[in-house]
């Protein structure tokens, strides 16, 4: 039963979401000979074992709208990471119906570096904030409006990455991000941030990516 969730779940991801996980698909394909994570929770997208070419160490795409904040994930999983690792981004425009990438940027991110992008935030405090969150016994607003007042203030306003907590009736999860400029601020300095005639990655061309048509989500939402 669970491995039949977790199918509808990645079916429904490629779904929603085909520019970024065809961004994805293709950096996995191109480079680190196609490989799949085995379930949505796997660690890493790419594990070192698959990147034989640039580095033996584990690679995370991601794709999102050029200017815009890069999501990173589960915020106590990101804070967690303790090995180096590559991230490869892709920044889009919408170009009518595609996805036009117009900027790219691969970093390797050594645990030092990453940990310096959290700093003042310990695990500990990251652990309360992730508590709250995930606290069904208090009404959605109230957990919602007492974690977005502690995000605003120290030690979280003060770090690099920042903290997104998710809070809904269909979710409770804490999140984290970077945003466009911080991102080329403190992991790719000296770079420059505008748009590229053609962006690639390892000296590779990156394709347009062909729109897919929009999908009911779940609920009725779009």
């Not at 034989?52 to 106590?76: C, I, M, R, W």
């Amino acid at each position: 039963m669970l491995s039949v969730v977790l199918f509808s779940v990645a079916l429904h991801a490629t779904e929603v979401q085909k520019h970024g996980l065809s961004f994805e698909h293709w950096v996995a394909d191109t480079f680190f000979g196609g490989y799949r994570a085995s379930v949505p929770t796997d660690k890493w997208d790419i594990p070192a074992s698959a990147n034989k070419d640039h580095g033996n160490v584990p690679v995370n795409p991601k794709a999102t709208a050029y200017g815009q904040s890069v999501g990173l994930g589960d915020a106590l999983r990101q804070y967690d990471i303790d090995e180096p690792f590559l991230l490869v981004i892709g920044f889009w425009e919408q170009d009518g119906e595609n996805k036009k990438f117009v900027k790219s940027l691969t970093a390797l991110i050594t645990p030092e570096r990453w940990r310096k992008l959290w700093l003042p935030v310990t695990r500990d405090r990251l652990e309360e904030l992730d508590r709250l969150v995930k606290d069904t016994s208090r009404p959605i607003v109230d957990v919602r409006k007492e974690a977005l007042l502690i995000k605003k203030q120290p030690p979280f306003s003060e770090a690099v990455i920042q903290v997104n907590p998710k809070i809904d009736k269909s979710q409770r999860r804490l999140q984290c991000s970077i945003s466009y400029a911080r991102l080329f601020e403190h992991l790719a300095r000296g770079t420059d941030p505008g748009r590229e005639q053609q962006p690639e990655v390892f000296g590779i061309p990156i394709p347009v990516i062909q729109e897919s048509p929009k999908r009911d989500l779940p609920g009725g939402s779009r």
